[in-house]
C-alpha cells in the first residue's frame, strides 16, 4: 500500500511558529496582544508528560511578571533559593539562588509540562489554539521582482496516526535529516506563507535544517542519566540536592511536586546499549551518597541521554525567518537555564516584530535580535559547560583537580557568594546598537548604568492628593505591557519643599513641576500620534484590537534626605499636585522613599539635575538623558525618531 497525501490552498499569516513548546507559545502570546494574527504548529498531538526543563529563574519572572502571568506560575509552582551540598559526608546548605537584586530572589520550579499548561491557556484566553499534529516539512524566503519577500513554508500532518517515524530514534543534535513519508500512511499538505517564521522547534530543528543554519558544538561523551520518580533517604533532598562521594563522581537530586525527585548522574559505568533499570540507577547513586542511604521507588522516567553544546551560527535569514529557543542554542542542564534563555529570545524578539509589522520600525531592528541573543548564549553555554566538566567530566586532570576540590569544599563552600546575577541572569547586559544609543554629548554613565542594562527594580510609594501617601509599589510593577516603552523620569530633589536654589544643576537647566508637566503631556501627544499599535491586521483576523500603550511615562521624585521606611506621610514636601493626580503612565509622579532607584540608575538626589531613562519594551535600557529639561525632552524625541518610522 503506497502513501497518499492531499493538498489545500496555500494560507496567509503574518508571523507562522513552529513549535508549541514555551518558547513558541510565549512568542505567540505576545504578538497576539500586539494585534499580531499567528498560528503555532507543533508535531506532537498532545503535550509531552515528561518535562525536561524545572527551573524558572529570577529575570523570566520578572518578564512572566511584565507579562501579567507571574500570579499564575506562582501558584502553580514552589520558590526554592538553597541547595543541600554533601560532600564526601559533609552537609552544607548553600545560598546558591538568592539575590539583592530582584523581587525574585529564588528560582521558582514548576515541571515543564505545567508551564505550558498555563501558556497555553493563556493563549486560548485570547482566541488563538495551538495547531498539532502538523510539521514543518519545508521552507523558504520567495524574493520577488519588487524587492518584497515572504516566507512560504510547507507543512503536514498524518491524517490517522501519530507523525513519529520509526527512523528518527537514532538521531544526533546537528544531524536531522528530514524523512521520507512513510508508507500506509495518509498525509494532508498544507502551504502557509507568511511575513515571518519564528523556528521554536527544538534542538532538532527542522527550520534550522532547511534553510539551512549550520548547528556547530559538541556532543559530550558521557552518557548521562536522567531520571523522575519517588526516591526514599536518609538526608534531605528538599531543596536542590547534590551529592559529591568519595569515589570522586556526584549526582544531582531537583524536587518535583507530588512527591518525586528527578535526578541526574553520570551512567558512564553502564552500558547504554543494555536495559537502564532503576537497581543500575540506585547502585550508580548509592555509590556517591555513602554514607547516606538511598532507595529508588518507583520511575516516570528513566532514560539515558547525551549532553550537546552548540549554538546556531546565525539567529535569521534574510529578516525573515527566526530562530528561538533550542532551536539556536542548546546546552548541559546544569544551572537549569536553557528554556529560560529560550523565553528571553522570544522576548526579545516578538516586540520587534510587532513594531515591524505596523509598519513603525525596518531591518535594523530586526538586526537588534541576533546581535543581542548570540552573546548571551554564548555565556550561558560557556557557564554551564564550565559546571558540567567540574562535576562530571572523565579527563585526568580534571578528576585529580576535582578531588583535590572535593577534599576542600566542606571548608570554603560556606565562604564562596555567586554574583547575584549570574545563575539568576539577572546580569544580562546588551551592548551599544541601533535602539541601545549612547548619549552624543554628555560622559558616559558609570557600567552598571549604561544602555543596554537591565531595568533595575526598586520600592516606591503611591502619591495621593489631600496629604497622604499610598501604598507601596515597585517600579516592575508599572512596566506591564509587553511592547511599551516606559520613559521613567528622575527628577532628583528639584520638586522637594526644602529646595530652595532653583538653579542651574550640573550644568543644566533646573526643571520645575510646571515645565515637567507641560513636557509630559507635550511628548505623549506627539508620540501617540506617530506611532501606535494599529487595530488592523487584529480586526481582520477576528482577534480583540490591541489596548497596549507604545508610551508610558512615570515620574520618580526623591527628597534631599533619605527617610526610613514609613517616615514619608506628608506628600506635600514633594511639589507635583498636577502630577499626583494623573493616571499611571500618564505622567503619574512616585516617591522614592529611601533614593534606592535613583541610586540604581546612577541618577543623583541632593542637588541633582534629574535624568530621562527610556525602558525599551523588554525592560532593558534604550537611552537615557541626564536632566529633565526641555533639552533632555528634545533628546529623547530625537531619540526615538531615530528608531522609529512614521
Wanted: charged fraction near 20%.
Amino acid at each position: 500500500m503506497t502513501t497518499t497525501t492531499t493538498s489545500s490552498p496555500p494560507s496567509e499569516v503574518p508571523v507562522l511558529i513552529s513549535g508549541a513548546g514555551p518558547v513558541g507559545i510565549l512568542a505567540a502570546i505576545m504578538l497576539t496582544r500586539l494585534g499580531i494574527p499567528v498560528r503555532i504548529i507543533e508535531r506532537d498531538r498532545t503535550v509531552p508528560a515528561m518535562s525536561k526543563a524545572l527551573g524558572i529563574h529570577a529575570r523570566t519572572l520578572e518578564i512572566l511578571d511584565m507579562t501579567g502571568l507571574i500570579d499564575r506560575f506562582l501558584a502553580a509552582g514552589h520558590p526554592i533559593s538553597r541547595s543541600n551540598f554533601y560532600i564526601l559526608g559533609d552537609f552544607i546548605n548553600f545560598a546558591g539562588l538568592i539575590n539583592s537584586i530582584s523581587h525574585y530572589n529564588y528560582a521558582l520550579f514548576l515541571e515543564q509540562l505545567k508551564t505550558i499548561a498555563i501558556l497555553e491557556d493563556e493563549l486560548e484566553q485570547r482566541g488563538v489554539k495551538v495547531d498539532r499534529g502538523w510539521e514543518l516539512i519545508d521552507t523558504k524566503v520567495v524574493e520577488q521582482e519588487d524587492g518584497t519577500s515572504y516566507v512560504e513554508t510547507t507543512i503536514r500532518r498524518a491524517l490517522d496516526g501519530s507523525n513519529t517515524r520509526t527512523t528518527e530514534s537514532n538521531k544526533v543534535f546537528g544531524e536531522t535529516e528530514l524523512d521520507a513519508e512513510e508508507v500506509d500512511k495518509q498525509y494532508e499538505i498544507q502551504v502557509v506563507r507568511s511575513q515571518y517564521l519564528i523556528g521554536a522547534d527544538g534542538g532538532r530543528s527542522v527550520v534550522r535544517h532547511k534553510v539551512p543554519i549550520a548547528f556547530p558544538g559538541r556532543t559530550v561523551p558521557n552518557n548521562m542519566i536522567l531520571f523522575d520518580g519517588h526516591i526514599e533517604g536518609d538526608f534531605d533532598y528538599s531543596n536542590i540536592t547534590v551529592h559529591y562521594g568519595k569515589n570522586n563522581e556526584m549526582f544531582n537530586i531537583f524536587p518535583l511536586s507530588d512527591g518525586r525527585v528527578r535526578i541526574m548522574a553520570d551512567g558512564s559505568s553502564l552500558d547504554p546499549n543494555e536495559e537502564l533499570t532503576i537497581e543500575k540507577l540506585e547502585k550508580v547513586c548509592q555509590a556517591c551518597a555513602s554514607p547516606y542511604k538511598i532507595r529508588i521507588l518507583d520511575a516516570n522516567w528513566l532514560t539515558f541521554y547525551k549532553v550537546n553544546e552548540r549554538r546556531a551560527e546565525t539567529y535569521s535569514h534574510k529578516n525573515r525567518i527566526f530562530l528561538a529557543g533550542d532551536a539556536a542554542h542548546v546546552h548541559s542542564p546544569v544551572g537549569g537555564q536553557g528554556m529560560n534563555v529560550g523565553l528571553q529570545d522570544a522576548y526579545n524578539l516578538a516586540w520587534k516584530l510587532a513594531l515591524v509589522l505596523n509598519g513603525h520600525a525596518g531591518k535594523a531592528l530586526l538586526e537588534t535580535y541576533e546581535q543581542e541573543r548570540i552573546p548571551v548564549a554564548d555565556d550561558v553555554i560557556k557557564m554551564s559547560s564550565s559546571m558540567f566538566t567540574m562535576g562530571f567530566s572523565h579527563n585526568l586532570i580534571r578528576r585529580a583537580f576535582r578531588r583535590v576540590l572535593i577534599g576542600v569544599a566542606s571548608y570554603v563552600v560556606k565562604w564562596i557568594t555567586i554574583p547575584p546575577g549570574t545563575v539568576s541572569m539577572l546580569s544580562i547586559r546588551y551592548h551599544e546598537n541601533f535602539i541601545n544609543q549612547k548619549h552624543k554629548a554628555q560622559p558616559l554613565p558609570a557600567e552598571a548604568f549604561k544602555v543596554g542594562q537591565r531595568a533595575h527594580d526598586a520600592p516606591l510609594t503611591t502619591l495621593l492628593a489631600g496629604g497622604k501617601s499610598g501604598d507601596p509599589i515597585r517600579l516592575m510593577q508599572l512596566l506591564h505591557g509587553p511592547g511599551t516603552f516606559h520613559i521613567v523620569v528622575f527628577t532628583s530633589d528639584m520638586l522637594s519643599s526644602a529646595t530652595a536654589s532653583k538653579k542651574d544643576r550640573q550644568g543644566i537647566v533646573y526643571t520645575d513641576e510646571k515645565q515637567l508637566e507641560h513636557n509630559i503631556g507635550a511628548s505623549l501627544k506627539k508620540w501617540r500620534s506617530k506611532w501606535a499599535y494599529g487595530p488592523g491586521l487584529a480586526k481582520k483576523a477576528g482577534l480583540s484590537v490591541p489596548d497596549v500603550p507604545l508610551f508610558n511615562i512615570h515620574v520618580v521624585a526623591a527628597l534631599p534626605e533619605k527617610l526610613a521606611a514609613g517616615d514619608f506621610v506628608d506628600p506635600t514636601r514633594i511639589h507635583a499636585d498636577a502630577l499626583v493626580a494623573k493616571a499611571a503612565g500618564e505622567g503619574k509622579i512616585f516617591f522614592d522613599p529611601v533614593s534606592l532607584l535613583h541610586e540604581r540608575y546612577g541618577v543623583a538626589v541632593k542637588g541633582g539635575a534629574g535624568a530621562i531613562v527610556v525602558l525599551r519594551p523588554d525592560s532593558h535600557i534604550g537611552y537615557r538623558v541626564t536632566g529633565a529639561s526641555d533639552q533632555a525632552w528634545r533628546d529623547v524625541d530625537s531619540y526615538f525618531g531615530s528608531i522609529l518610522k512614521s
